[in-house]
């Protein structure tokens, strides 16, 4: 966790006045910020945080003349990073962690705040008119960076409480969220970010906010102390040393355990340790092989079911570990549970994986359905090449994105970085899943009878895993699964919005109980009601609110299928194609051209935050894409997956690509996609287990798969589906020829026919939730 991604507030008009506010970190006091203000304007604010090992000391101390911050000085310390900012007569001179010396102008700003200085920011929150309660851009001053921000600010409420009357706002600074709570003096008394579970409540003030847990008096309480146990270090069956941290209940006693693997550093996840290690568990956070201080060579996910074997050995022979082990965690820390599952080690009694990738190489990442994922692979590959991870550039855009053009494929990771990822290579040589010893395996969950609470969003990139995941235990019969799929990106319950989309308050749910819940039931064999929590939860888009199922795809819902037809070119976005509800007898087929030597960077695909994404899609410039259409709606219909789109082409290449994405289109005809996409390489269609080049001028049947979603379209509003033969720069540019994509460059056109008639059906298959 770091300074820059935490929030603050403002200034208030109270002179000779003294503010101390609690922070909370998942609901543990973990540091306090004291505001002091003189009668003669000046000011000083301190704060200090521990969270596991990360550490923040931050003061500022100033003087206001008036409502203007005339001059200051800051001293920040986070771990070994060092920061000073001094200002004063219109100068500021700063000397960031670099050590370089840097002055600038300073004129005393209108608007400010500061971070993680609940008091220092009243001036933003008065600048929002509240009586308008829509969202309003307000350009602000951020005291301990010396920079503008223009921040979103949204009025909420007012409410009233026993020591008076509190209005509500809510402030987004790109990805992170916060909401305030301002008392009528202009103090700022509440500051929440549930996105990263931090708050901060003014003495006296606790009432603003509610527990969750004190809902729920049957879960364990946090009633331990916590105690940290030295580093602890153990051997693979191969002799690696892996490393974890180990923290414990005070006192006598074996407890069960909640366990994380990660190849982010254990630190982040140990800083969550004592939400429940407070609660009567023991928490073992450890770094995978190859990973910050572990020893091995880092081989991305093919060690990790008998790392995590021997890792769940260890723990269980451990003299504070009962025999009962839990393991949580998100993205690759979620693979790592399955791998783990997948190992059968009777310790292991429940997981909760959260946007986990697939349990194979072939279907998310590297490659999607066979098209090699050529910006998710690069950009993580980005992160996680040296042995530390570089948890900084996670939102950075990449150095040379014309990088991606580059061919052969085995140099685009130098061209695009400036610099080789270690195991980019590989993964490109490795295009089948008999390639992927160590990564795959679906078989094994056959013996996985342990309960899992899948948790993914329908704008997560690895929601395919979850899709996959949960569709494999439902096949093996197993009933002690759970899911939960929100309107979220891979960071997920952390924002109600999606760009500028905006899915309403509901959008984040409280999960922190339900870890509780789910642990003490399969950890503690405590009756808490686990079964009185809906099997299935998941977000309707479009509608915007939840909805509770017995099973997913949900038992109630209708299959329906659409036919493509065309009475002429469906080229392009806004062609003249159809889906109805029968094929056409006899029809003329879509001919579309893909010539891989045209290739275009869109400056919007570059964005990695997802607060500047958007739904909408613009692809004005189509030729080499086809698109079909639902007639409008008669009334409010909500559809879901699983979904098939079935297609009967040809094409002149060796081989070539299908990306199929699902819209909505309203009654003005602003096209938004309404999930993620399906995608295949036609080299694929014979399996997974290596690619076939295609006979050129032969008739072949495709089936591909968007990824779930759930989405209620509106009267008026049709259905949409755009087929493309790119997904490029997003995925690599299939060539045509067939050949290894390694060191493949000889590029062929494909000229590509889409059958839609009675003979040659061509279809999409999904699921009517309600009409």
Request: charged share 20%; net charge neutral; proline share 7%.
């Amino acid at each position: 966790m770091t300074a820059t991604l935490l929030l603050a507030a403002s200034s208030f008009a109270q002179t000779g006045t003294t503010v101390h506010m609690t922070i909370l970190f998942n609901g543990t006091p973990s540091g306090e910020n004291t505001y002091t203000k003189r009668a003669d304007g000046g000011f000083s604010t301190v704060t200090s945080l521990a969270v596991g090992s990360a550490k923040i000391a931050s003061k500022i101390e100033g003087q206001f003349v008036g409502d203007k911050l005339m001059s200051y000085v800051v001293d920040l310390v986070q771990g070994p990073t060092k920061v000073k900012i001094s200002v004063k007569d219109g100068k500021m001179t700063a000397i960031p962690p670099n050590g370089k010396e840097v002055t600038a102008p300073y004129s005393p700003p209108a608007v400010y705040f500061g971070n993680l200085h609940p008091q220092l920011t009243a001036s933003l929150l008065k600048a929002a008119d509240f009586d308008k309660k829509e969202t309003q851009s307000i350009t602000a001053f951020l005291v301990d960076s010396g920079g503008p921000l223009t921040p979103k600010v949204t009025p909420l409420q007012e409410r009233t409480f026993p020591n008076g009357k509190v209005r509500f706002f809510r402030v987004e600074f790109g990805m992170a969220t916060a909401e305030f709570g301002m008392s009528s003096d202009g103090t700022v008394v509440g500051m929440d970010v549930p996105g990263q579970k931090l708050r901060m409540v003014a003495d006296g003030w606790s009432g603003i906010y509610t527990d969750p847990f004190a809902t729920y008096p049957e879960l364990s309480a946090p009633t331990y102390k916590v105690r940290h146990l030295p580093t602890q270090r153990m051997k693979t069956r191969d002799g690696v040393e892996l490393v974890q941290e180990v923290y414990v209940p005070e006192g006598e006693g074996r407890f069960p355990v909640v366990f994380e693997r990660t190849p982010y550093d254990r630190a982040t996840p140990a800083a969550g340790a004592d939400f429940y290690v407070r609660r009567g568990y023991a928490y073992v956070a450890q770094d995978c092989r190859g990973r910050t201080d572990s020893g091995g060579e880092w081989d991305p996910f093919v060690h990790e079911l008998k790392d995590g074997y021997d890792a769940l050995d260890w723990i269980a022979k451990q003299p504070w570990c009962d025999g009962n082990i839990g393991m949580i965690g998100g993205s690759y820390d979620g693979f790592v549970q399955w791998a783990a599952a997948a190992s059968h080690h009777p310790a292991l009694k429940c997981i909760v994986p959260q946007v986990s990738p697939p349990l194979d190489a072939m279907h998310n990442l590297p490659y999607d359905n066979g098209i090699f994922f050529l910006y998710g692979d690069i950009w993580w590959g980005k992160i996680v090449r040296n042995k530390n991870s570089d948890m900084s550039t996670v939102l950075a855009s990449l150095p040379n994105p014309n990088g991606f053009k580059t061919l052969p494929l085995s140099k685009a990771d130098d061209a695009t970085l400036g610099y080789d990822v270690p195991f980019f290579d590989k993964w490109l040589e490795r295009t089948s899943l008999k390639d992927w010893d160590g990564w795959n395996f679906y078989g094994e969950l056959k013996d996985v009878k342990i309960p899992a609470l899948h948790i993914s969003g329908w704008w997560d990139g690895d929601e395919i895993g979850t899709n996959m995941n949960w569709e494999a235990m439902r096949k093996l019969g197993r009933k002690n699964q759970w899911l939960i799929y929100g309107p979220w990106t891979h960071f997920f319950n952390s924002s109600t919005k999606l760009g500028d989309t905006d899915y309403g308050d509901s959008a984040m749910i409280d999960l922190d109980t339900l870890y509780i819940r789910w642990f003490d039931t399969w950890l503690k064999h405590k009756d808490v009601g686990i079964d009185k929590i809906p099997k299935v939860q998941a977000f309707v888009t479009g509608a915007n609110h939840w909805v509770k199922l017995p099973d997913w795809p949900s038992p109630a819902a209708s299959v329906r299928t659409l036919f493509l037809s065309s009475e002429g070119p469906a080229n392009g976005l806004h062609g003249k194609g159809r889906l109805l509800a029968k094929p056409a007898a006899h029809q003329k087929p879509t001919e579309y051209t893909y010539d891989p030597s045209v290739a275009v960077i869109p400056p919007a695909i570059m964005k990695v935050d997802p607060s500047k994404a958007s739904t909408k899609l613009d692809r004005s410039d189509g030729k080499d894409l086809v698109s079909f259409y639902s007639d409008p709606m008669v009334r409010a219909t909500a559809i879901t997956g699983p979904f098939e789109v079935e297609l009967r082409f040809k094409t002149s290449a060796r081989d070539t690509d299908f990306i199929v994405a699902l819209l909505d289109v309203d009654e003005k005809g602003v096209l938004r996609v309404i999930g993620q996409s399906g995608k295949l390489r036609a080299s694929y269609i014979g399996g997974f287990d290596r690619p076939r080049p295609l006979t050129p001028g032969r008739t072949y049947f495709a089936k591909i798969k968007p990824w779930d979603t759930a989405h209620e379209f509106k009267p008026g509003h049709r259905f949409g589906l755009m087929i493309a033969p790119t997904g490029f720069p997003m995925f690599s540019r299939n060539l045509g020829t067939g050949e290894p994509i390694k060191d493949a460059t000889r590029m062929v056109k494909q000229h590509n026919t889409l059958f839609h008639d009675s003979v040659n059906p061509s279809i999409i298959r999904f699921r009517v939730l309600w009409e």
